[in-house]
C-alpha cells in the first residue's frame, strides 16, 4: 500500500530514494501532459479527469503506474499488463525499470484523451 496521506503533496513527502525521484518525475510529466485534477484515493495519488484516469502507487518494492484504460494503452507502452476484468493496466515499475518523463507524459496524454472521448471509466453503464 502506499503511504497513507491526505494530499497529493503529502503522498510524495512521505516517500524517499529511488521512490521519492521516480514518483517525482511521474507526477511532474502527468500535470504537464494534460490538466488534471490530483487527488488521494483508495491510498493512491490519482488522477482523475471525467473520472479516474490514472493512479501512482507506491509500495515496499515497486511503484505501480496504474491506469483505468490500460488494455487500450498497451500499443502505446507494450509493458502495461492487463489487471481485472475490466479495462484496468499497470505499469509495474521497480529501481532498475527504465522510464522516461515523455513516455509517461505520452501515456498521460493518450489516457486523458481515452477520458474525455469515451467518459468515466468508473461510471456502470
Known sequence: MGPVAETPDAYIAALSGWQLERCRMMRAAIMAAAP????????NLVFM???????IRAEEQRVLLGFWRGKRLRDVEP????????ELGNLVLTEVTEVTAEQ???????????????GNPAART
Do not use: C, D, H, Q
Open 49 to 55: 479527469t471525467n473520472g479516474p484516469s490514472m493512479l
Open 36 to 43: 488534471f485534477e490530483e487527488t488521494i484515493k483508495w491510498t
Open 104 to 118: 509517461v507524459a505520452r501515456l498521460a496524454a493518450e489516457a486523458y484523451r481515452l477520458n474525455i472521448e469515451l
Open 79 to 86: 509493458r502495461i499488463k492487463a489487471s481485472g476484468k475490466y
